[in-house]
């Protein structure tokens, strides 16, 4: 029998296939770990993720999707799934709850997260509002940098910065290590006026906090704030009631004392804005990589919401994040509780 033959009847054609019945799609790329093995091990210890049960583990977290939410617009993939597995330490039940909730709060803050892409914040990025630091901590953690004074609002709305914001984290957390080392923020309060602090009231605050808290899949391992005014009490004050005690405890307020900041954080990754010796703050080397994942975003954020998942945005929002208009947002409140710092 010839070759055109064994293949004609080894693999079946699209004319042997019924009028109904179509080629299945093509599975997703396997998943392939890049983790070095000294982050394997602390994946271990620190997450109770075993090489050995991973794509298992996965699999039981995506056979849960597919029967308790089938309507869920969400990728399945290994690696997307692996890293809300990761962020909640391989608990399955809290691993799917995060995902359900990542996906409720982007759709229940469309100002936020509709036409999500890099293009779209260039005004936010070209200002310097925030940044990642070239070099991570000792542990391993990426270092985002916020600087609130390089915000005019009179140029753009307070939500950009959190796009913004979202935008950074979602570039970091496709990295393994940064899913297993977690995040460090630093948050360079210099020069934050009364005026300005009033433009991140309850509403806001506890829409952003429950995100970073419960609908984001990263670890933030520390919030270091420095050069805060005597105003900062009052913005915290804002903020304290929506934060964990555990994400409480990991806020360290140096003021104008560096040399507490490098206790935490060394001298030879900061530059030298925070007495460093890592050189000049440079913003323009992150805001090339994002602009460099441009399509990435435009997949992921650009496309139409099915109508199924408008219902679930609505119906899943996660408990702290719903657009209650019973949140007191009114300036008159915000700057009565920022005025009491004075």
């Not at 709850?97 to 759709?107: D, G």
């Not at 509002?129 to 990426?142: A, M, N, Q, S």
């Not at 900041?261 to 805001?287: C, F, M, Q, V």
Request: hydrophobic letters at 35%; proline letters at 7%; charged letters at 25%.
């Amino acid at each position: 029998m010839s070759e055109e033959s064994d293949s004609l009847r080894t693999s079946p054609s699209v004319a042997s296939l019924s009028e109904n019945e179509l080629p299945p799609p093509p599975e997703p790329p396997g998943y392939v770990c890049s983790l070095t093995e000294e982050l394997v091990t602390k994946a271990r210890e620190e997450l109770q993720e075993k090489p050995e049960w991973r794509l298992r583990d996965v699999q039981a977290l995506r056979d849960m999707v597919r029967k308790e939410y089938p309507n869920l617009s969400t990728s399945l993939d290994d690696a997307f799934l692996l890293r809300f597995l990761r962020a909640r330490k391989f608990d399955y039940d809290r691993a799917l709850q995060l995902l359900v909730n990542y996906h409720s709060c982007r759709r229940s803050w469309p100002e936020v997260f509709n036409n999500l892409r890099p293009s779209a914040l260039k005004d936010v990025l070209a200002s310097g509002f925030l940044t990642v630091l070239p070099h991570t901590d000792p542990r391993g953690c990426h270092v985002v940098c916020i600087r609130p004074d390089r915000w005019i609002p009179s140029n753009y709305p307070i939500t950009e910065n959190i796009r913004a914001i979202y935008l950074t984290l979602e570039k970091l957390i496709q990295s393994e290590e940064t899913q297993v080392n977690g995040i460090v923020i630093l948050a360079d309060y210099k020069g934050v006026s009364l005026s300005k602090a009033s433009h991140f009231g309850p509403f806001i605050a506890k829409k952003v906090i429950g995100i970073l808290q419960d609908g984001f899949p990263i670890r933030i391992k520390a919030v270091h704030v420095v050069n805060e005014p005597r105003i900062f009490k009052g913005i915290f004050a804002i903020i304290k009631p929506f934060l964990k005690e555990k994400i409480a405890n990991r806020f360290f307020l140096h003021g104008s004392d560096l040399n507490s900041l490098h206790t935490s954080l060394p001298r030879s990754i900061l530059p030298k804005e925070y007495g460093g010796t890592a050189g000049e703050l440079d913003t323009a080397t992150w805001n090339a990589v994002l602009l460099a994942s441009e399509d990435d975003f435009v997949k992921e954020f650009c496309q139409p919401v099915p109508a199924c998942d408008s219902i679930l945005g609505q119906a899943l929002l996660p408990e702290g994040l719903t657009s209650d208009a019973q949140c007191d947002d009114s300036l008159r409140a915000v700057k009565s509780q920022l005025y009491s710092c004075y």
